[in-house]
């Protein structure tokens, strides 16, 4: 799975959209761009994902750059529970391998 | 869809018992099941892949004699940690993947606080 590469910490006001990046340049044609995060003392939740194309849940959305090298994580309206360890994973659709975490972003949602 | 209960989510024990944490997947059969480990502050590290009906697979470093997994079938997946001593202490988490086309990635028990003390 190609490497990822996340800031290690971000602030964001309560209310305000919050925009996390990811670099992720030795990406392969079929690989997919995931995003899980972790609260607290808690088991990782899936969030997105995507190949190419922006994508958009309930959750949030997931842009992804032209050329695939990198991508943003925009939850649109932060809440204090949104405050959480966001990791960016790259991987194949489907593989049967496990999901390799790298350190992750330090999400810090401010009242 | 797609949940997974892991259990206890604490456990406290005394230095050379050994505890059994629990991974079930509610509403889905899992063929492969992950068990992770992550110390404060940092990531998860992957400890081993449980595949139902056969022996696990370790990462390197993680003792299997230790480490006991046991994937007897398609919703069910524990670890035994066996004279457990304080540096196991740790937060223990599972995962199962649904499928292997599932667009949803895996899904992740709730994780296991173990101190050992």
């Known amino acids: 799975d190609a490497k990822t590469t996340q800031p290690t910490s971000m602030d964001c006001a309560e209310g305000r959209a919050a925009n996390l990046p990811c670099n992720h340049s030795t990406i392969s044609g079929n690989e997919y761009v995931y995003w899980y995060r972790q609260i607290h003392s808690q088991g990782p939740q899936y969030i997105i994902h995507g190949l190419k194309n922006n994508e958009t849940n309930e959750m949030a959305s997931l842009i992804i750059t032209e050329d695939r090298k990198s991508s943003t994580l925009i939850l649109p309206h932060a809440t204090l529970r949104d405050t959480a360890v966001y990791y960016c994973i790259v991987r194949v659709l489907g593989s049967a391998r496990q999901l390799t975490f790298g350190s992750g972003t330090q999400l810090t949602v401010l009242p | 869809g797609a949940v997974v209960s892991q259990h206890p989510s604490r456990v406290i024990c005394k230095s050379g018992t050994s505890v059994k944490i629990e991974c079930r997947s509610l509403d889905f059969q899992a063929t492969t099941m992950f068990w992770y480990r992550q110390f404060p502050k940092q990531s998860l590290m992957l400890m081993a892949t449980s595949n139902e009906g056969s022996k696990a697979t370790y990462e390197q470093g993680v003792e299997k004699d230790k480490f006991l997994i046991n994937h007897a079938s398609l919703t069910l997946s524990t670890l035994t940690v066996t004279s457990a001593h304080p540096e196991d202490s740790s937060f223990y988490i599972c995962?199962?993947?649904?499928?292997?086309?599932?667009?949803?990635?895996?899904?992740f028990g709730s994780g296991t606080r173990l101190t050992v003390v």
């Open positions: 995962s199962a993947q649904r499928g292997t086309t599932s667009d949803y990635g895996y899904t």
